[in-house]
């Protein structure tokens, strides 16, 4: 057995030739690297001295080099399918490859795109010949346009979606079949009864306009009233829902409903299914009635729901009931004495006609004695009347507004009784016409209540 201190010897002896083994490796390791590394610097020398040095290139250079190997290719491509006229085809695509070049060049030298320019030619043509047939109706494309129907088509797309906006008064359900229909009044709901605005909290938002509620319940007793927006359905009926609760608004129509022309959704009246001579509009945008001017009456638009003071539809509103109780068979022609005028304007000129008729009426009450005073009145209202018993248009006598004078007690003859008992007879009839149709809009607003009630 071998004592502690061999022991311990051999095992420093293992240990010093491990240290050294180790060491051996790493240094070769370490050569061979060096070794490596030298070959790779020798190697990459030597490719770099072989390489030839890349020289800068134009542009023309480039493109011309470009034409070139699309020709070699398309020589190629050629030779390939031509079989024994290889050569020939070799030869024609080495000529058709110089004058290619050649073009390229000159097309590079001058940096004119052929594509693009012809790209445009292509999308700016046709356009400008369809802006001219639409500016200019005479123009060589509009005639072109008519005379193969393709203006038709396009203008039957502007058109409303029927024929009949409104039903037949005869088709209205609980009215009676011998009553005349009454006038119609349109109105335009953005800007004239209700303000539009928006905000990012909570987007859109309707305001109506002063006084809008009393319009609606008074002209409803006189007239069959429409209101027509251009606006789509699905905006403008909750509006109406919530403007209108009580159904004093007999029929609503839309954008669908109005004829497109020059950027504008027009009214026309022509398709309303009514008579044009009893229709009064009134509307912010005199363009939206191109095609019917004189049955507007222009308001101011209602752009600021802050403003409380608006008094517009107040205004007009006597001068509306005025136009349905004297049963004007001409309402355009009784417009026709406030041409240029908007709302307020006609109300200031009717309340003066008002008062200038009352101070008649009194000067015709105290007696012959005040016929005098006259000539310093402006002239009656009404015209005289032509031989036959026809008598002109009516004008606005706003009787309704004054009052009848007292009823005599004497028994008058001669013209003035005459004149005096049938407009007394007027009168009645017309106060029978106001309360039969009372008795139908309040019979009709009654169902309402009642479906709405069920319904809820």
Not at 434 to 445: C, F, G, H, I, S
């Amino acid at each position: 057995m071998l004592s502690l201190a061999s022991r311990s010897s051999m095992t420093r002896l293992s240990r010093l030739g491990t240290i050294h083994g180790t060491q051996v490796t790493k240094t070769r390791s370490r050569v061979m690297s060096n070794n490596f590394r030298n070959k790779l610097q020798r190697s990459n020398t030597s490719t770099a001295a072989a390489r030839p040095i890349r020289q800068a290139v134009s542009k023309e250079e480039r493109a011309l080099r470009r034409a070139a190997r699309k020709e070699r290719a398309n020589a190629f491509v050629s030779s390939m399918g031509a079989g024994e006229g290889g050569a020939v085809a070799s030869e024609s695509a080495a000529a058709a490859s110089s004058k290619h070049a050649t073009l390229k060049t000159f097309a590079a030298s001058s940096s004119i795109d052929a594509t693009r320019v012809a790209w445009y030619a292509f999308m700016i043509v046709p356009a400008a010949l369809v802006g001219w047939g639409v500016m200019y109706e005479g123009s060589p494309p509009a005639r072109l346009s008519r005379m193969v129907g393709f203006t038709k088509q396009i203008e039957e797309f502007s058109l409303p979606g029927r024929k009949k906006l409104l039903p037949d008064w005869s088709q209205i359900e609980n009215v009676p079949s011998d009553m005349a229909p009454p006038p119609l009044l349109v109105l335009d709901l953005e800007h004239t009864l209700v303000c539009p605005t928006w905000d990012r909290k909570y987007g859109w938002r309707y305001s109506k306009r002063p006084g809008v509620d009393k319009f609606l319940a008074t002209l409803s007793q006189y007239y069959e009233i429409v209101v027509f927006t251009p606006s789509i359905d699905s905006l403008a009926m909750p509006v109406i829902a919530s403007l209108d609760p009580k159904g004093h608004i007999m029929h609503q129509l839309f954008r669908n409903s109005t004829h497109y022309v020059n950027g504008v959704h027009c009214k026309d009246l022509s398709w309303m299914n009514r008579n044009q001579r009893k229709i009064i509009v009134i509307d912010d945008e005199e363009a939206a009635l191109q095609f019917q001017p004189e049955n507007l009456i222009r308001v101011k638009p209602y752009d600021d729901p802050s403003d409380r003071e608006d008094n517009t539809l107040e205004r007009i509103k006597p001068l509306l009931v005025e136009i349905a109780r004297e049963g004007y068979d001409d309402i355009p022609g009784v417009l026709a004495q406030f041409k240029g005028m908007d709302a307020d304007q006609i109300a200031d000129e009717h309340e003066l006609r008002v008062s200038n008729l009352r101070m008649q009426r009194e000067v015709n009450q105290r007696g012959l004695g005040s016929f005098a005073s006259l000539k310093s009145l402006p002239p009656p209202e009404l015209p005289p009347q032509m031989a036959g018993g026809e008598s002109l248009h009516q004008q606005l006598t706003a009787k309704d507004l004054v009052g009848s004078a007292p009823p005599s007690q004497t028994t008058e003859n001669g013209m003035i009784g005459w004149m005096k008992r049938r407009q007394q007879q007027q009168e009645e009839l017309q106060k029978d016409k106001v309360q039969l149709w009372t008795e139908v809009m309040t019979k009709k607003q009654a169902e309402r209540k009642q479906k709405m009630e069920e319904v809820a």
